[in-house]
């Protein structure tokens, strides 16, 4: 697509429920990441794939946090028992992933707003 | 662990001053990026910094990059109201796709 799609949008959902958020990146980009961005706060680094490589998961907070990408393109994040503090904007953003001699600039998408009550 | 420190993290300027934004890093890198976020959108990109010394121009802001001393500035030149937005750096790691991102400066130009 033209550019990077998140969706829901907007998700409010109760304390303990699981969410899923979708992550569709510029077709092409080999590289996906996932941020989280708490009111005010800056980016949170919580998990990139590159290609068919071992994602890097060091940035999820917790157990409750995982995520797939699926096919190389598609990925979803999902927050297992959500607790209030997981109330944020998830961002996603990917690059073409050029090699190491690329610029590799990070084009983001709107991002999910999550609100758990 | 690549950790990018930005200051400050709030700046308050008339129109018309000039002022600095520091973003330092931890280790080696061979990329640096600079983006602005307005309030509840996304993240735009500014400038990439390639190599050591390198400087990008863009209208009222400059950026540049020192890798020696694990540094990037970024320059506002007699700011304007519709320069306020949040900016942040990041930084890739050396010989990796993994970047990771300074807090944010906030900055506000009042008239």
């Known amino acids: 697509g033209a550019g990077v799609s998140q969706s829901p949008s907007n998700k409010v959902t109760e304390k303990g429920k699981d969410v899923e958020l979708r992550c569709d990146p510029i077709s092409g980009h080999t590289a996906l990441y996932w941020y989280r961005q708490r009111l005010g706060q800056g980016l949170e680094f919580l998990i990139y794939?590159?290609?068919?490589?071992?994602?890097?998961k060091s940035g999820l907070p917790s157990d409750r946090f995982s995520a797939e990408r699926t096919g190389g393109s598609v990925s979803t994040l999902t927050i297992q028992r959500t607790q209030q503090e997981d109330s944020a904007v998830y961002l996603c953003?990917?690059?073409?992933?050029?090699?190491?001699?690329?610029?590799?600039?990070?084009?983001f998408g709107a991002g999910s707003r999550l609100t758990v009550l | 662990e690549l950790k990018v420190e930005q200051n400050p993290l709030f700046l308050s300027m008339q129109e018309g001053k000039n002022y600095t934004i520091y973003c330092n890093y931890s280790t080696t890198s061979d990329r640096l990026y600079w983006y602005r976020q307005d309030p509840g959108k996304s993240l735009e990109s500014l400038f990439v910094?390639?190599?050591?010394?390198a400087v990008k121009q863009e209208g009222r802001l400059m950026a540049s990059l020192d890798t020696k001393a694990r540094l990037s500035t970024l320059h506002i030149t007699a700011a304007v109201h519709d320069l306020s937005a949040t900016y942040f750096c990041a930084v890739r790691q050396y010989n990796n796709n993994d970047m990771r991102f300074g807090a944010g400066t906030r900055l506000t130009v009042k008239p």
């Open positions: 953003a990917s690059n073409p992933d050029r090699g190491l001699s690329g610029a590799n600039v990070l084009t």
């Open positions: 910094l390639l190599s050591n010394g």
């Open positions: 794939f590159q290609g068919n490589s071992a994602p890097d």
